[in-house]
């Protein structure tokens, strides 16, 4: 039986504890009597019993950055050693130092495309130094894989320029299937008064919150909107989190409704009215197909990740992540129903492509 070792030790929540999950989950369906998946995990609790599947746990690799290098370039090099895998696939965008047959890395951390500046070395100083660092850990050993993964095709341009590789696969996250989920959002839309705006996304700096919240603040100056901004921050979070509740508590319109399960979170999809995604720095995007599923009006930052997540859609509006104003004029042209959707067109992949999971492990491991 062989061994496929697949690591993501630094993934612990949000989109990139579901690309993990799924991905273990597509690796235990083709595992069969082949096959044994070995996860590397922050929490193997985090992770649901799957077939062939056995985990190891490294609880320490969040503590510190210095733990994720040690693992990454001395640990696993020694685990490799003892496991001796068929295969290794990293899930968290470097390439470790191992001994296998075939290697391969995931990448999905937005910051080498991410101008960090002194608000995020203030409030986020980890991200400030990942934005100037990141392009420099991916360059480390990337040469020596059999295939680097991601997401978008405006990705894979980007590193055939910044690494000189070819071996690129993009491996589109979730297709969109908004079929059943349009038939959910009637029965709760007609029971609301206010007009809602919803970003779910967690208390980063990239995230861009402050955009929408001036928008916010530009709009409760004109009392003929009755509407409601829903963020999922609480205020305590974190360093950014927290400037973002002292600076904005006071505005009428922004509710501070923090994390949410995947219920509530669903729950929120269906009785907002339109999804707000000031994001300046993504892989994917993960709430724009989301909102998709739902059949949600969107309006989202004008970059490259953003066009292609969303695809063709008539229903969503881009405006520049540095411009309040044409935030602020986009959700008043929503709000009063005047608001021009953009045009959008398919997306057009070049081969090689995985449009799901399945397709993505079928293309890796079959022999």
């Not at 400030?128 to 392009?135: A, D, H, N, Y």
């Not at 700096?205 to 901004?229: I, M, P, Q, R, S």
Request: net charge positive.
């Amino acid at each position: 039986m062989k061994t496929i070792v697949v690591s993501g030790i630094n993934l612990f929540t949000g989109g990139t504890l579901k690309v993990m999950q799924e991905c273990i989950s597509a690796l235990s369906s083709f595992a069969g009597d082949e096959y044994e998946i070995v996860a590397l995990v922050h929490n193997a609790k985090q992770y649901a019993f799957y077939p062939n599947v056995r985990y190891i746990a490294f609880p320490k690799s969040r503590q510190s950055y210095l733990y994720r290098l040690y693992y990454e370039y001395i640990g696993f090099r020694k685990l490799s050693k003892q496991l001796k895998p068929y295969a290794w696939l990293s899930m968290h965008d470097t390439t470790p130092n191992v001994i296998a047959e075939k290697r391969m890395v995931y990448c999905h951390n937005p910051f080498p495309f991410y101008k960090a500046g002194w608000r995020d070395f203030i409030l986020q100083r980890n991200i400030f130094f990942f934005s100037i660092l990141s392009k420099y850990t991916y360059q480390i050993n990337i040469k020596k894989n059999e295939y680097v993964i991601v997401q978008q095709e405006w990705m894979r341009k980007t590193f055939r320029e910044m690494f000189a590789i070819d071996n690129i696969v993009v491996s589109i996250p979730m297709p969109p299937d908004s079929a059943k989920k349009k038939t959910e959002i009637k029965q709760i839309n007609s029971e609301k008064e206010k007009i809602t705006f919803f970003f779910p996304a967690t208390p980063m700096t990239h995230k861009n919150f402050e955009l929408l919240c001036e928008a916010a603040a530009l709009l409760e100056k004109d009392n003929n909107f009755g509407f409601a901004v829903l963020i999922t921050v609480k205020g305590m979070e974190n360093k950014y989190a927290k400037r973002l509740y002292e600076k904005y508590q006071s505005l009428k319109s922004l509710r501070f409704i923090g994390f949410l399960n995947r219920e509530k979170m669903d729950f929120y999809y269906q009785t907002a009215d339109c999804m707000v995604f000031p994001s300046k720095a993504e892989t994917w995007g993960l709430p724009l197909t989301e909102a998709k599923e739902y059949d949600k009006p969107i309006l989202a930052s004008n970059l490259p990740f953003a066009k292609e997540t969303v695809g063709k859609y008539d229903k969503v509006k881009f405006f520049d992540p540095d411009d309040v104003q044409q935030l602020a004029d986009a959700m008043k042209n929503f709000m009063q129903g005047t608001i021009v959707y953009d045009e959008t067109k398919e997306v057009e992949y070049n081969e090689p492509v995985a449009r799901n999971w399945d397709e993505l492990v079928q293309f890796l491991f079959a022999e």
